[in-house]
Structure formats: C-alpha cells, structure tokens
Nanobody, 114 residues
Framework: QVHLVESGGGLVQPGGSLRLSCAAS????????VGWYRQAPGKQREFVAT???????NYADSVKGRFTISRDNAQNTVYLQMNSLKPEDTAVYYC????????WGQGTQVTVST
C-alpha cells in the first residue's frame, strides 16, 4: 500500500524560506516522475514542480527561480526548497508520483504572512 507523508510546512514571513519533504512507502520513488502540487483556499489544485526519474525538473512559471525540487532516492524522499516566499504561495502542498495507484497524501500547510 502506497503511503505519502508531506512535512516541513509552517508560517513564514514574506521573503522567507521553507523546505518541504515528501517521504514515501510502498512505492519506489526512484522509477517515477514525482511532482509537487498546491491548493489554496477556494482554488483548484495546481502544478508546482516535477522531477523525473532521471532528474529533469520542470516548474510552474509562478515559482520558477524561487523553488527547487530535488530527490534522494536512497531515502525515497522528494524535497521542495522554497525561497523568496510570497503571500500568494500560501496553500496546502502535496506531492504525488506519476502513478495512478498512488493516492494523495494529507499535504502540508504553508502560510506566508506578516
């Protein structure tokens, strides 16, 4: 059974940084593209970034240059380093491998506010 656990969220001031982690069990992350997504209140879930099994990355225009996705295959974990955070980055952040059998995790709340 696939289980995803996102962590690392919190309250941060504009301009601050956070590092999110997504730890997986029941699935070998290394063979899948894994993505980060986010959902702000009253909005649909949207794409943030992906990293392929080969390490190729892709970012939404809104986070390009500020966020960095990475992976540690030995730890079966994917990370999202978020710098220069803005209030509009406030959302629940989720990770998801490109595998239809993998459910969404519970997400981790990121709040950017003074």
């Amino acid at each position: 059974q696939v289980h995803l656990v996102e962590s690392g969220g919190g309250l941060v001031q504009p301009g601050g940084s956070l590092r999110l982690s997504c730890a997986a069990s029941g699935i070998r992350f290394s063979i899948y593209t894994v993505g980060w997504y986010r959902q702000a209140p009253g909005k649909q879930r949207e794409f943030v970034a992906t990293i392929s099994s080969g390490g190729r990355t892709n970012y939404a225009d809104s986070v390009k240059g500020r966020f960095t996705i990475s992976r540690d295959n030995a730890q079966n974990t994917v990370y999202l380093q978020m710098n220069s955070l803005k209030p509009e980055d406030t959302a629940v952040y989720y990770c998801k491998p490109d595998a239809s059998f993998a459910p969404w995790g519970q997400g981790t709340q990121v709040t950017v506010s003074t």
